[in-house]
Structures are given as structure tokens and as C-alpha cells.
């Protein structure tokens, strides 16, 4: 034991984190135990497995460890989360969202699968609203997963189609996630919320082709929504509009589309949004026990979020110690082979680390080492387009990563056995299981591969809104 190394101790203690969720351990749990044991075992192997620093070494990691509640969840970036819930709460209570998805049914529901369908949609509207992926997950968990049952759907895919269209909100501006990219990697931070726009609506539509497929495929797979006329169609509109002028609102606020510095944090634009939505919710007749049911809703799934949180930040501080992710990164950027191949194994890899952490801790401990060799593989941060690897220049391989790196983030939100929207759906719906929701979203592994592969062969989808402020 003594010739371990601390990245074969990272390995060892991740294959026990596997282990213990596999049989039915709560991630957070599972993740907050292995995260200690591995503190403890790194420490402890410093000092030669001494039986006399035994206590010593399970003291500094219990230290280690407590640091996480204060310095990771207090920070600004993760405030986003429970205004961001609490817009969602918000407009469920308030009807809005349910209009939002009858107004998606009645527009797209004829065809084939046509409420997951309808799903997708609604849930990439939502998401320019709510801005956080487990918020959207669990309102249309509520919304949508009941009205699929009712139509035949099978369960595990209802279930499997809201965890995966909630990732949308991790791609659609207001995105918490963009917004801690551009903080780690020093990029303006509205050319990459705008850069998200067309990626997240490109996204949309493989997920909606996906179920349109899947329904041409297998019988009764889901039967398509009809009997609506077009009056009713347009009927449906207005009560769809708040949702989008509240987008406008927050766009408006945490991007200034006159020039100019913007006018307030991503943090003050989510805490503007809920007002609005409050007020809208006033005037369409919400009351206090509604609001009331409102704020608890995002309390309680505010403290599940942040206690998955916790746990997993303790274990991402041990992999940092463990230096897991910087050996996965020197493997990759130390192959002698083309830039592209190597870009293509450094999202691979993110794939595999999506296996194991949480985005924001994936990002934190990665992106230091892996944005520099992407930019040195194009070149360098002041290289043209023209003599560049990528054919663009540093800034635009910044914006274009940055929107590559958040997808792949995105599957971290799906991706067993940490997939927060996976446990956030199985938590709302209490007749689904969390092995039920990873089965479910399985079909959109390749619906994500095939949106990673579109934004790599056409990185154009990703730049032309940024480059239109140049």
C-alpha cells in the first residue's frame, strides 16, 4: 500500500464512491464519505501510514472537509440557484409554466411523441427564465411526467425526457454555468451568454428529432397530440408571454444590448426576474397559501440541491488532492496527434469526469490546466484566425470551448451516478426511481453526442451572435 501513488488512491476511493451509490447509497452521502476517506487516506499516506499520525491525518481531513460548506456554497456563482428555483416555483404556482406547456402542446403536440415533444420545448422556454437546470427539471416534473403517464407514456422516458430537456438551462442565457466559465477563464461574460443562444435552440431541436424518431421506430411509442384548431392555437399565446418577458427582462439586465456596462450581476437579474414573476403571479390571482407552497417548494429542493452540493464538493476537494483530474489532463495534452483529435479526447475525458463530480467542481479544478492547452493548441491568446489550428482566433476559441465544455457539462447533470436533474426528478415524483430516470434519459447520450459533433464541425452556430458586437 505504501508504493500507492495519490492518483491511484483518487481511483481506488472513486471506485468505492461507484460502489456505494450503486447500492443505493444517497449521493451526497456517498460522495461526503468517500470525499473524507480519501482526505484521510491522502494525509495519512504522507506520513508512511504511521499508526502514531493516525489521528493527526483524520484531523486535518475533517478540517478539509468542514472548509467546503463556508468557502464553496457562500460564494456568489451558487447564490443563483435558489432565486433561480424560486422563479420556477413561482410561475409553476402561478400557472404560467403549465401555460407555457399547453401552449407548446397545442403547437407541437400533432406530432409524432408529440407531449415529450411539447416537453422539450416548453422546458427550453422555461429554462431562459429559470437559468438552472434542477429548478426546470422539477417544475416540469410536476407538469409534464403526469399529463405522458396519463397518454401511455412509459414512465422511465417521461422521466428520462424532463431530466434531459432540463439540461437546456445549462446552455440557454441566463446560464449560472457560462457565467463561472467566464470567471475561471477571464472571457466577458456577455458574448458568452449570447453565444449560448443558438447552441441551446440547436440542442432543442436534436432532443425534439430525437423523440420524433423514436416515436416513428416503435409502436405506441407516443401517440401525437390532435383535435386542435388554429384559433385555439393562438389562444394559447398570451398566457405563454409573461414567461417571455420575463426573459427579456433578465436578458436586458445582466446584458446591456445598448452597449455599455451591464446593469446589474446575473444574481441581482435572477432576484429582479422573481419579482416580476411575483407580481405576475399576484395578478393572476395567486394567494398565500399558494405562495406559501411556493417558497417551502424552493426551500426544501434548495436544501436537497445544496446538501448533493456539499457532499460533492467534499469529494472534488479530495480529487484535487488526489490530483486525479490534472493526471487525466496531462495524458491528453502530452499526445503527439492533432490539435482536433486532441480537443475531441479532452471533452471525452469531461465525459468521464462528468461520471464522478458535479459541473461547477469539474469546471473549477479543469479548467485551469485544460483552457491553456486548448489555447495553445490553436495557437496561442493573440493568434489570428488565419495562422490558427481551429481557424479562429483566441478569443473566439474561448467562446467556442466555453460552449463545447458547458455542453459536456450538461451531461454531467444525466450522467450516473452523480446526475443531479436524474435524483432532482426521482425526488419530485415519488412513483419513479432514480435507476428509472438513468435508464430513461439513455437515448439522449446520442442526441448529445450528435449536438457536440454539429457544434465542432460548424463552430459558426456557436460565434455568429458574438461576433455580431465585434
Known amino acids: 500500500m505504501s508504493d500507492l501513488t495519490s ?3 483518487g481511483i481506488f476511493v472513486s471506485i468505492g464512491l461507484l460502489v456505494m451509490v450503486l447500492i443505493g447509497v444517497r449521493v451526497a452521502f456517498a460522495a461526503a464519505l468517500a470525499g473524507l476517506t480519501g482526505l484521510f487516506w491522502i494525509f495519512w499516506a504522507k506520513k508512511g501510514y504511521d499508526p502514531e499520525q493516525i489521528g493527526w491525518a483524520l484531523t486535518i481531513a475533517v478540517k478539509t472537509a468542514g472548509q467546503v460548506p463556508v ?5 456568489q456563482a451558487l447564490s443563483l440557484i435558489p432565486t433561480f428555483i424560486l422563479i420556477g416555483f413561482l410561475a409553476y404556482y402561478a400557472g404560467l409554466t403549465k401555460a407555457l406547456f399547453e401552449a407548446a402542446k397545442r403547437w407541437v403536440g400533432w406530432l409524432p411523441g408529440g407531449l415529450a415533444v411539447s416537453t422539450v420545448f416548453a422546458t427550453a422556454g422555461f429554462a431562459a427564465v429559470s437559468g438552472a437546470s434542477v429548478a426546470t427539471s422539477a417544475v416540469f416534473a410536476r407538469i409534464a411526467i403526469p399529463e405522458m403517464l396519463a397518454q401511455g407514456y412509459d414512465k422511465r422516458f417521461a422521466a428520462g425526457v424532463v431530466a434531459a430537456a432540463g439540461t437546456l438551462a445549462s446552455l440557454i442565457p441566463p446560464s449560472a454555468i457560462l457565467v463561472i466559465y467566464a470567471i475561471i477563464v477571464e472571457q466577458d461574460v456577455g ?19 430525437l423523440v420524433v424518431g423514436l416515436a416513428l421506430t416503435f409502436k405506441n411509442f407516443g401517440p401525437p397530440v390532435k383535435g386542435f384548431t388554429w384559433a385555439q392555437r393562438f389562444q394559447s399565446l398570451p398566457g405563454a408571454f409573461p414567461i417571455f418577458f420575463v426573459v427579456i427582462i433578465i436578458i436586458f439586465f445582466i446584458y446591456n444590448p445598448f452597449g455599455g456596462d451591464a446593469w446589474g450581476t446575473p444574481t441581482e437579474g435572477g432576484a429582479l426576474g422573481a419579482f416580476v414573476v411575483f407580481l405576475m403571479a ?16 424552493t426551500a426544501k429542493l434548495t436544501v436537497m440541491i445544496f446538501t ?12 484535487g488532492f488526489a490530483d486525479l483530474p490534472g493526471a487525466f489532463s496531462d495524458w491528453i495534452t502530452g ?28 469546471l473549477l479544478l479543469t479548467l485551469p ?3 491553456p492547452a486548448v489555447i495553445a493548441l490553436n495557437g496561442g491568446e493573440y493568434v489570428t484566425a488565419a495562422d490558427s489550428a481551429f481557424g479562429m482566433s483566441g478569443t473566439g476559441v474561448a467562446i467556442w470551448f466555453g460552449i463545447l465544455v458547458v455542453k459536456m457539462a450538461e451531461l454531467c447533470l444525466i ?26 434519459v439513455s437515448p439522449f447520450f446520442v442526441a448529445d453526442a450528435l449536438t457536440i459533433a454539429g457544434l465542432i464541425a460548424f463552430p459558426q452556430i456557436v460565434l455568429f451572435l458574438p461576433n455580431l458586437l465585434l
Open 7 to 9: 492518483v491511484d488512491i
Open 191 to 209: 458574448r458568452l451568454l449570447l453565444a449560448g443562444f443558438i447552441p441551446g435552440a440547436f440542442s432543442a431541436v436534436i432532443y425534439g428529432g
Open 71 to 75: 468557502s464553496k456554497i457562500s460564494s
Open 415 to 440: 450522467t450516473p451516478p452523480i446526475g443531479l436533474n436524474c435524483f432532482v426528478v426521482a425526488g419530485v415524483r415519488s412513483d419513479i426511481s432514480v435507476q428509472d430516470v438513468f435508464r430513461g
Open 282 to 297: 399576484l395578478y393572476r390571482g395567486m394567494r398565500w397559501p399558494q405562495l406559501k407552497d411556493a417558497l417551502l417548494e
Open 369 to 371: 490546466v485544460v483552457y
Open 335 to 362: 499526445l503527439d496527434q492533432s490539435p482536433m483529435l486532441t480537443l475531441i479526447l479532452i471533452l471525452l475525458a469531461y465525459a468521464v469526469l462528468g461520471m464522478f463530480m458535479d459541473a461547477i467542481g469539474m
Open 308 to 319: 448533493i452540493i456539499w457532499g460533492v464538493l467534499i469529494y472534488v476537494r479530495f480529487l
